[in-house]
């Protein structure tokens, strides 16, 4: 058996995922030993156990312990079925989307998994309808009936070529209905699926302990018996436990500072790998349209004049992340330059003369809010570089917030916050999820911004095309209504990167269309 404390190589090796992902592991393992749970190491923890109530990386964990109908077997970049045996549009108007079961699915506690149950689990997350959560995907969904016990119907108001993409995303769990009311959420602590491993224990903020569910019934093929997930406040405590052996992998929040620390060929004599790859995940900024500054077009246009995302990505993250001037990241059809199409470099004397055209001659006061325990551990350093940059003006009065996720997202969802950061990594891999989301009186900021040519028009034509790279024209114009309204200001997008013990195997393959870590794919390695 591998002994996971020797070390055998004294060299960090730097890999792309788009080439392992094809097959060129190191070792390919036999199956599963026990030697213990891999532990992952990560700075971001869920906010919640229900997924009613998240739209948020509480769906790394889901993915894990529940079953959605649709999800993505390995290397798929379309949903496919999974607690579903078959899922379809049955109508000419693309309008009535029917999913037959598997049979004989339980939920890890022995209830049976039935069509009724699909059927609650859905229907709390629109009846619970919490403020910034999914109830916000469901957008096209009427209505959802079970004829039979292995039959689901959902029944569209309108034609809806992403609703397959809502129904594999986390938020989409099935749960146990005596376990989760149709009106309320739960709040014990615990969580009860039907997904490859079970919630073995739980302590928020500090670790979750997954072990294999033997009543699962899906695609997944599991290679470990046991996952350890830790959560860390920051980077430096991640990479210190990963090389103390006492973690395996880390997943999100390596910092830029160590990502460099592993790059680097004298990086010690710790066995480790670094996995790198393109990353569709972005960090903006929300404007909150109530608040007496904020609220104005011309501050935040002023605002949009004056960051300088190549300063921001380059000193601050050290290029381990790319300037966005989109909120549709590169890579996905529909991915624009409108920002710097529209305000071009950094320019104080115009963001004065927006200013001043608007009448407004007196320093802006600004409080901007980040959340001090998620998207890495550059965001303190990233805020105060975008403070710096604003105060250096002399248009601005910047002031800095920050609270710990769990109290930071009460504090948007309430509106609390005049300007406040976000990152976001998709639901899945279409332009509609980084417009969707954040638009219209319902979405995933908590904060309502109606665009009805946006929620109006461009999406609902959008999404009569099964075909995604017709609907190209659509995003652009939706991208720049954003640009005008500057409502949203997008910041940076970033790249993937995964360290990893060179013990463990998997990792190039665990990773699903929306960066999501599939557990159940990594494995120790049984001999070189």
Same mark, same amino acid.
């Given at each position: ?32 030993? $026990?030697?213990?749970?891999?532990? +992952?190491?990560? *700075?971001? %923890?869920? !906010?919640?156990? /229900? =997924? ?107 034609? $809806?070529?992403?609703?397959?993409? +809502?129904?594999? *995303?986390? %938020?989409? !769990?099935?749960? /146990? =209905? ?131 995302r190549a300063t921001l990505a380059h000193e601050v993250y050290q290029d381990t992340v790319d300037p966005l001037y989109s909120m549709v990241p590169k890579g996905l059809t529909g991915h624009t330059t409108g920002f710097f199409d529209d305000y ?45 940059q604003l105060d250096a003006s002399g248009l601005f009065e910047i002031t800095l917030e920050s609270r710990p996720w769990k109290t930071y997202v009460t504090g948007y969802q309430k509106g609390e916050y005049p300007v406040f950061g976000r990152g ?105």
């Amino acid at each position: 058996m591998f002994n996971r404390k020797r070390r055998l190589r004294r060299v960090v090796a730097i890999v792309s995922l788009s080439s392992l992902a094809t097959g060129c592991g190191l070792l390919s393992p036999d199956g599963p030993e $026990d030697d213990g749970p891999i532990v +992952v190491g990560t *700075t971001s %923890a869920p !906010s919640t156990l /229900d =997924p009613a109530a998240s739209w948020d990386g509480s769906w790394e964990l889901f993915r894990n312990v529940y079953q959605t109908l649709l999800s993505y077997p390995d290397g798929a970049t379309a949903p496919e079925p999974d607690a579903a045996e078959q899922c379809a549009l049955t109508d000419s108007a693309n309008q009535v989307y029917r999913c037959e079961l598997r049979e004989g699915l339980t939920f890890s506690n022995g209830h049976s998994l039935d069509a009724l149950a699909v059927k609650h689990s859905i229907d709390r997350i629109k009846e619970i309808d919490v403020n910034g959560g999914p109830a916000g995907l469901l957008g096209s969904l009427e209505r959802v009936q079970a004829p039979s016990a292995r039959e689901v119907v959902f029944h569209l108001d309108k034609p $809806d070529a992403t609703f397959p993409f +809502v129904l594999a *995303t986390p %938020a989409m !769990s099935i749960v /146990d =209905p005596s376990g989760y009311p149709a009106d309320a959420l739960r709040e014990d602590g615990e969580a009860v699926g039907s997904g490859p491993y079970t919630l073995r224990s739980y302590e928020d903020g500090v670790r979750a302990e997954l072990v294999r569910n033997d009543r699962y019934r899906g695609f997944a093929e599991r290679r470990n018996d046991a996952v350890t997930v830790r959560y860390f406040k920051d980077s430096a405590g991640m990479v210190e436990a990963l090389r103390d052996d006492d973690i395996q992998v880390t997943y999100r929040g390596l910092a830029a500072d160590d990502v460099i620390g592993l790059q680097a060929k004298d990086a010690g004599d710790e066995a480790l790998r670094l996995v790198e790859g393109s990353g569709t995940e972005i960090s903006y900024l929300v404007f909150n349209p109530e608040d007496p500054w904020a609220g104005r077009r011309e501050v935040r246009r002023a605002v949009a004049q004056i960051v300088d995302r190549a300063t921001l990505a380059h000193e601050v993250y050290q290029d381990t992340v790319d300037p966005l001037y989109s909120m549709v990241p590169k890579g996905l059809t529909g991915h624009t330059t409108g920002f710097f199409d529209d305000y071009g470099d950094p320019s104080v004397p115009k963001a004065r003369k927006l200013l001043t055209e608007a009448g407004i001659t007196e320093r802006v006061p600004l409080t901007l809010w980040y959340t001090s325990d998620r998207y890495g551990s550059e965001t303190a350093t990233g805020f105060k570089e975008i403070k710096r940059q604003l105060d250096a003006s002399g248009l601005f009065e910047i002031t800095l917030e920050s609270r710990p996720w769990k109290t930071y997202v009460t504090g948007y969802q309430k509106g609390e916050y005049p300007v406040f950061g976000r990152g976001w990594s998709p639901d899945f891999p279409d332009a509609e999820n980084f417009i969707a989301p954040f638009v219209g009186e319902q979405n995933a900021l908590g904060t309502p911004y109606p665009a009805p040519e946006i929620t109006g028009e461009l999406l609902p034509r959008s999404r009569r095309e099964s075909d995604r790279a017709d609907v190209e024209r659509e995003f652009e114009r939706a991208q720049q209504i954003i640009v005008d309204d500057a409502r949203l200001l997008p910041l940076w997008q970033g790249k993937q990167y995964v360290a990893v013990s060179t013990e463990i195997s998997g990792v190039e393959q665990a990773m699903d269309p929306s960066t999501i870590m599939m557990m159940w794919q990594l494995s120790r390695k049984t001999g070189w």
